[in-house]
C-alpha cells in the first residue's frame, strides 16, 4: 500500500510523533529517532552516526527543545551529504565545451532504471546544448541494446551500437571514436550489470575502461552506479558489490516518486561516500533531478 508507505517513512510526522508531550531532547526521544531513521532505510551505520552527533549536541548544550530537533536533525543530515557541483554536473552547468569529451560510464543491476537513466540524461545534457553519444555496451540483453536504440532516437542523439551479444569493450571503444570524432561533450556508456557473474562483471568493466584509455587516456571521467531508491537494503547490497567490482564515483537513484523512502540515498552516500548526482522521479524523460542535498533534506520533512 503506496499510502501505508509514505506515512511510515514522513519523517515529519515520525518526529512529531517522537516528540509528543515532551519539551527536551531525552534519551526515549533519541530511541524513538533511531528507530524512524531505520524504518526510513536510512541503513545502521548512518543512523548511528547521526544519533551520536545530536547525542553530543544535547550533552554540550545542556537543554535543547524538541522543537528545534526538527532544525538540528536537517543539518546534521545535510552535513552527511555532499554538494553535487563536481563531475557531469559540472559539465552541465558550464557553457562549452572543454576540448575532449567527458565519459561516463553507467553500471548497475537490471532493472533499477539504467537505461531511462541513461535516456533521461541523454536529454538533460542534450537541452543544454551539449553533444551527445550514447554507447550500447549492455550486449547481454537484447532488450537493453534495442531500448536505448529508441531512447537515443527520441532524444536525438546517436547511438552506437553492434546488437546483442558482441565485446562491450568494442562497443566502449567505437564510442568513444565517434565521440572524439565528432567534437562530443559528453559520451555515455552502458554496461551489464551482473552481479551473479562477479569475475565477469569485474573484467567485463575493467577491458572497457582499458580501451576507452586508449582514446582519451583518463576516462572514464565519472563511473555513475544507478540504484533504485524504492528496495531498501538491495540497493545497499549492490553498492557494496558493485564499489567492489569498479571505482563507483557518483550514484544515480532512481523511483523516488511514489514511495518516500530517501533515507537510501542519505545512508548509501554517506557509507560508502560516494556523492549523489541525479535523482528519477518518474518514467518520463524530464523526470530526472539534479541532486540537491538542502532540497532533498527539506522534502523528507513535508
Ligand atoms: P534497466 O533494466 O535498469 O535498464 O531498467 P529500465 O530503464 O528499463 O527501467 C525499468 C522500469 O523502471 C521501467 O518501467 C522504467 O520506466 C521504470 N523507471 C525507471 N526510472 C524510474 C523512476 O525514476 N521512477 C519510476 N516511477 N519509474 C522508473
Redesign the pocket.
Known amino acids: 500500500d503506496a499510502g501505508l508507505e509514505k506515512t511510515k517513512t514522513n519523517f515529519f510526522e515520525q518526529l512529531s510523533k517522537a516528540v509528543v508531550g515532551k519539551s527536551t531532547v531525552d534519551e526515549s526521544v533519541l530511541d524513538d529517532l533511531e528507530t524512524m531513521l531505520v524504518h526510513a532505510d536510512v541503513g545502521i551505520e548512518t543512523t548511528v552516526k547521526v544519533i551520536d552527533r545530536i547525542e553530543a549536541r544535547v550533552a554540550r548544550d545542556k537543554y535543547v527543545s524538541t522543537g528545534e530537533l526538527d532544525r538540528i536533525l536537517r543539518e546534521e543530515i545535510v552535513g552527511l551529504l555532499e554538494d553535487n557541483k563536481s563531475g557531469s554536473t559540472a559539465v552541465l552547468d558550464n557553457a562549452g565545451s572543454s576540448g575532449q569529451p567527458f565519459v561516463i560510464m553507467v553500471v548497475?543491476?537490471?532493472?533499477?532504471?539504467?537505461?531511462?537513466?541513461i535516456?533521461k540524461l541523454a536529454h538533460r545534457f542534450h537541452s543544454a546544448g551539449k553533444k551527445v553519444v550514447l554507447g550500447a555496451a549492455?550486449t547481454f540483453r537484447a532488450?537493453?541494446v534495442d531500448?536505448l536504440i529508441i531512447w537515443g532516437q527520441r532524444v536525438g542523439v546517436p547511438v552506437v551500437s553492434h546488437g546483442m551479444n558482441t565485446d562491450p569493450a568494442a562497443v566502449a571503444f567505437d564510442a568513444v571514436q565517434k565521440g572524439v570524432e565528432m567534437g562530443a561533450d559528453v559520451i555515455i556508456i552502458d554496461t551489464a550489470?551482473r552481479l551473479h557473474n562477479k569475475v565477469n562483471l569485474m573484467n567485463e568493466l575493467s577491458k572497457i575502461k582499458r580501451v576507452m584509455q586508449k582514446m582519451i587516456p583518463d576516462a572514464p571521467h565519472e563511473v555513475l552506479l544507478?540504484l533504485d531508491g524504492s528496495t531498501g537494503q538491495n540497493a545497499f547490497l549492490q553498492a557494496k558489490e558493485f564499489t567492489k567490482a569498479t571505482e563507483v564515483t557518483a550514484l544515480a537513484i532512481?523511483?523516488?516518486?511514489?514511495t518516500a523512502r530517501g533515507g537510501v540515498v542519505i545512508g548509501i552516500s554517506d557509507q560508502f561516500s560516494i556523492p549523489v548526482r541525479y535523482?528519477?522521479?518518474?518514467?518520463k524523460m524530464t523526470?530526472?533531478q539534479l541532486f540537491d542535498r538542502h532540497t532533498f533534506v527539506n522534502s523528507l520533512f513535508k
Open positions: 548497475g543491476v537490471n532493472g533499477v532504471g539504467k537505461t531511462t537513466t535516456g549492455d532488450a537493453a531500448q550489470g544507478v532512481t523511483k523516488l516518486d511514489g535523482i528519477g522521479v518518474g518514467e523526470d530526472l
